[in-house]
């Protein structure tokens, strides 16, 4: 089966103001199949957030390619890129960043309909109207306007956003972060809800590695612009072969008060991707690393018969 979503080696680099540069992505390559959600998790500045956009072409790769459907997107014009956009939507982080506050929900919603020239008003009230029932808000909503709801409501209405063109892929980046504990579940469970309904696929980017096992079929773990480790969900979290993944699982608080975790405290802070460890990234925090880890930088390599599990680890 041919990827929905497929990137090789993906490379962006910042220039600074300063002179040099920053490397945001080095290096990655991953795919998304039909019907599949892949978890992106790591801690913040790992180059999470620039791997989305490189992923739907808001920005433009330095180097490596990005293929949809098996079409590079680089080859396409700005009419066919316009185009292809229906197929592949972005959820922000923050909804009440992401939706102008001087417009409607019916107007936020109907908006991607109108610029992709989808069909007339009357259709798209109904649109609309229908909309909004999949996401869980009443009809009455669609007259008001962003600042009237809940964040919970705002990420509903953004989802309602997303949905509106039939796109069969959604980047979902940190789309619960903003939201209460309480209320984070129910958007989950809502986008499961849909994936299912829709036949959609997702790129779900989080920090939260309790949120990615919830809704991940795979996930690949970022550190400084490179993918560690990648796994089946359940493979990942039960085997976890990098240190830096083993660290990470060993933070999910553990709801049972009976049990104890072995907590996996990494030392010192991230390092500066201006300028970053030679060799393995992960060295200078690493609890394992030998002489091998600050002279050779690990390549990827397959942790199972089926390649399905790969790890960036001399020791794995």
Do not use: W
Not at 261 to 284: N, Q, V
Request: with cysteine; aromatic share 4%; proline share 8%.
């Amino acid at each position: 089966m041919t990827p929905l979503l497929e990137a090789r080696d993906l490379v962006k680099r910042f220039p600074l103001s300063g002179g040099g540069t920053l490397t945001a992505v080095d290096g990655v390559s991953f795919h998304v199949m039909p019907g599949e959600t892949l978890g992106i998790v790591g801690e913040s500045g790992c180059g999470k957030s620039t791997l989305a956009r490189l992923a739907l072409r808001l920005i433009d790769p330095t180097e490596g390619t990005v293929r949809f459907e098996d079409m590079p997107l680089e080859r396409l014009s700005k009419r066919e890129m316009r185009r292809r956009r229906r197929d592949m939507q972005l959820i922000f982080q923050d909804p009440f960043a992401s939706l102008d506050p001087r417009m409607t929900v019916s107007r936020l919603i109907e908006e991607p309909m109108v610029i992709h020239g989808v069909g007339d008003r009357a259709e798209r009230a109904r649109r609309v109207r229908r909309l909004l029932d999949q996401v869980g808000l009443p009809g009455g909503a669609a007259e008001r306007y962003p600042h009237e709801f809940s964040g919970g409501q705002r990420q509903r209405i953004s989802i309602a956003r997303a949905i509106a063109l039939g796109p069969k892929l959604i980047v979902a980046d940190e789309p619960v972060s903003a939201l209460d504990v309480s209320i984070q579940s129910q958007i989950l469970n809502l986008m499961q809800d849909l994936k299912a309904e829709l036949g959609l696929s997702y790129v779900f980017i989080s920090h939260d590695l309790a949120v990615i096992e919830h809704v991940s079929d795979r996930v690949a773990v970022m550190y400084l612009g490179q993918i560690v480790e990648s796994a089946p969900a359940e493979t990942l979290y039960r085997e976890p072969k990098h240190p830096y993944t083993q660290a990470l699982i060993s933070a999910i608080p553990e709801p049972d008060p009976e049990r104890r975790r072995d907590r996996m405290i990494l030392a010192g802070d991230i390092p500066s991707p201006e300028i970053p460890p030679p060799a393995c990234r992960f060295h200078t925090r690493c609890p394992c690393a030998i002489d091998r880890c600050r002279q050779e930088a690990p390549m990827l390599r397959p942790m199972d018969a089926e390649a399905r599990h790969v790890a960036a680890c001399h020791l794995a």
